[in-house]
């Protein structure tokens, strides 16, 4: 039904998330599961990994269909209005009334940084400020350059033109809901434990969420159980 | 705008007023559990009570163990929803011991075991599937090739019982074993069931989620309590100590009330003694609230109109 699938068989980090909430601490397992789509021309599921995903962007100038935005039927007992994130097949769901869902494609958290759990949307911001957490900051050049922050607005600003900021309580955790300046990202695992839209796609939930909006990170896959 | 300001104030004294001359006035009160079949039975028995034996009824929000103690002390005459075996040890000592609460002699069943979405329900059919690895591995969603499955909230008596039940039929070897917020699992089911992906997960009727998804109970040996050796939960070790290679015993609810009732309000006890409701009844209630989230006092005046010769008959010696 939904032309994209989890390869099962690879092995993936997640594994700690589950062992956290199991209450049993291990070292991170470093792999990455491998999302599969289907390829119409050729009748065939193929891998859909950084290099395929750049080359069907600079082909088809849009992103697979499945993960492009759009309402699907999704019963549920969440209340319209609350998002509900599925790393594993990197869909966000905003809950819609009448038993529906309006589904975004996302990209989630490379090994290390994934998390599950219940949180909720503290704050919102148009052209937000991006600023490196020290440990890239540490690791790469270009974030250096902008470690007192790179102001929002900017074409190369990888938070793109929204964010929303994912807090428990009253207290911000690091994690966001953001854009991208790099579409072709959307279904992988790639981002620093934040959950990415593509840029359309971020404007267009931004609009439609309040700040107190429930957020459910599901504990699948990608998605690691950091506790909150 | 001012003579509205002052007209606002005087229905905001006058509600406050009457509020409290309603409180000072009622002549029962039932507690309101936080799940939503417990809120609506409350509300249910709140309006069928006031409509048949003319008495006004309090509904206040708490938890069992606080109803409990305000059953014994007089300040909470109903409790609509306790369950067995989970309060076993508040009725051995309310109900049992002290008698100063009585249950009702109508119960609902319910049941506890593993479901599965109907993806899943292809491959796995019975706990036995659970301990074969190539069945379960449909249950992978973190690439290590164990399939992984939501045993219950970390807070839940019966989560540790799952993990008893995981390592005596042998398929905790295979599988990795998750707790998390009951919310968050749903959540999990429902974007299972819209993408078609298979999903293994504890799960308890009655509850909405029957009502939302098509979902199929594993098949696994009736229950028998010799097969069931649990150590008591207070020792560190007691999910190593304990074993259970059955399904669970089957549950129920019932109405409990203070004792005091049956010589204070005798037409009460005799009205909480005929309430019934189906297991169905039930689901359909923690769907209208949990699901359509219709308002407690609401769901329960359309419910009592709709069975006014039920709700009636409850009042009849």
């Known amino acids: 039904m939904n032309a994209v699938r989890e390869k099962r068989s690879t092995s993936r980090l997640g594994r700690l998330g589950w062992l956290v909430a199991a209450g049993i601490a291990l070292a991170p397992l470093m792999a990455l599961a491998q999302t599969q789509i289907y390829d119409s021309k050729t009748g065939k599921w193929v891998n859909y990994d950084k290099k395929k995903a750049r080359q069907l962007y600079a ?27 599925d790393g594993n097949q990197h869909f966000l769901y905003l809950v819609q009334p009448g038993g529906q869902a309006i589904r975004y494609g996302i990209g989630v958290g490379r090994e290390g940084f994934g998390w599950a759990g219940m949180v909720r949307v503290g704050r919102k911001a148009e052209n937000p400020t991006w600023t490196p957490p020290p440990e890239m900051v540490a690791r790469d050049p270009h974030a250096a350059k902008w470690a007192a922050g790179m102001p929002g607005g900017r074409p190369d600003n990888p938070l793109g033109p929204r964010a929303m900021y994912l807090f428990v309580g009253d207290s911000d955790t690091i994690y966001r809901i953001h854009g991208t300046i790099e579409p072709w990202t959307i279904g992988l695992d790639v981002s620093s434990g934040c959950i990415r839209l593509n840029n359309e796609d971020v404007i267009d939930l931004y609009d439609r969420v309040d700040v107190g909006a429930k957020v459910i990170v599901l504990m699948q896959g990608a998605a690691l159980y950091k506790g909150v | 705008m001012k003579r509205r300001a002052s007209n606002f104030l005087v229905s905001t004294v006058l509600a406050s007023v009457l509020a409290a001359a309603g409180a000072q006035a009622a002549d029962l009160v039932i507690s309101a559990p936080n799940w939503p079949s417990g809120q609506a039975t409350a509300n249910i028995l709140k309006i069928g009570i006031e409509k048949t034996l003319g008495l006004a009824v309090d509904v206040k929000p708490m938890g069992t163990m606080n109803a409990f103690v305000g059953l014994e002390k007089g300040t909470v005459d109903v409790q609509p929803e306790i369950w067995r075996p989970n309060f076993d040890d508040l009725v051995r000592k309310y109900v049992d011991e002290k008698g100063a609460v009585t249950l009702a002699g109508k119960s609902v069943a319910a049941w506890q075991g593993l479901c599965a979405t109907p993806s899943a329900a292809r491959t796995i059919k019975s706990i036995g599937d659970l301990g074969d690895p190539e069945k379960t591995k449909v249950l992978d969603t973190d690439g290590d090739g164990k399939g992984e499955m939501w045993i219950g909230a970390a807070t839940w008596l019966s989560t540790g019982i799952e993990r008893v039940r995981a390592k005596s039929y042998g398929y905790g070897e295979n599988m990795t074993l998750v707790e998390a917020e009951e919310d968050v699992a749903m959540a999990a089911v429902d974007a299972a069931i819209a993408t078609d992906q298979p999903m293994v997960f504890y799960c308890y009727a009655p509850h909405h989620v029957f009502q939302l998804h098509e979902l ?14 649990l150590a008591p939960a207070s020792d560190p070790l007691w999910i190593e100590k304990s ?45 209208a609230l949990g699901v359509e989230r219709q308002e407690p006092l609401e769901f329960a005046r359309k419910w009592v109109e709709q069975n006014e010769a039920r709700v009636e008959g409850w009042a009849k010696p």
């Open chain 1, 59 to 85: 082909r088809n100038k849009q992103l697979p269909e499945a993960f492009q935005r759009q309402i699907v039927p999704f019963r549920t007992a969440e209340a319209p209005g609350t998002i509900i994130i």
């Open chain 2, 243 to 287: 074993s259970a290679t059955t399904a669970w015993d089957a549950a129920h609810f019932q109405i409990g009330y203070s004792s005091a009732l049956t010589e204070k309000r005798p037409d009460v006890a005799n009205f909480l003694e005929h309430a019934d409701f189906t297991a169905e009844e039930v689901t359909q209630m923690s769907y």
């Open chain 2, 216 to 229: 199929t109970r594993l098949e696994e040996p009736a229950h028998d309590a010799a097969k069931w050796k």
